[in-house]
């Protein structure tokens, strides 16, 4: 059954800035997802998904995947076009061009790290990811309790905080919902690539919550 949701607004993970130093952050936030993204693809093609050993991944794209694909297709398909069009001014053919087949590894590469970072969970503890950027280290001594619930954050980002600084909680969303609820012995750091938060609880989407919650009880001590 889906809670409603959460009284508290979500939040952004990230500084609240503004002017020169909203830029810098931005700027420094695009090349960090563009160099996730090539590793993704290279992670793809040498077949090494980002699973740490005896540990089990899980897909959580499985909402968004179908429409990432047709983003990769559409984006490879107006390559050519471009290059018929534009063939007769080599002026604009290139740069479009270009422009184009960065299209398509921006895209290809946001897919994939969806791909080769599944969530995990082993014998260490669990491992949350969110595309190719971001990877939380969660080891069973900080972990209370796991537990599906089926939570609605409608138009929150795919990362977002709720809850006030002393109760607060990460959540990682697919298509607005989480399903699985991590309870974390005590208020502890994270780092992420937006910002380092101070969390309770960490609360995520998984395709298979029962399969997951099954590893858990397979590893959890």
Known sequence: MTSPSLAAPPRKVGPALTGAA???YLVRRGIAAEAAG?????????RRPRV???SEG???DGPIRTV???FVVLSAVEVPVID???RPWPAVRYPLLALGLWGVATMLGMLLGYRTRPHAVGPAGIRVRS???VDIDLPWELVASVSRRRRSLTGAPTLSLTGADEDQVLNHLMQDFTDIDIALEGLTGLRLPQGDVVVREVRISVDDPEAF????RRHMP
């Open 84 to 86: 018929l069009l534009t």
């Open 58 to 60: 899980f897909s959580y």
């Open 38 to 46: 090539w590793r993704s693809i290279g992670r793809y093609l040498a």
């Open 52 to 54: 740490p050993t005896g």
């Open 213 to 216: 919650l099954a590893a858990v």
């Open 22 to 24: 909203r830029r810098a």
């Open 131 to 133: 595309g190719g950027e």
């Open 68 to 70: 990432l694909v047709v």
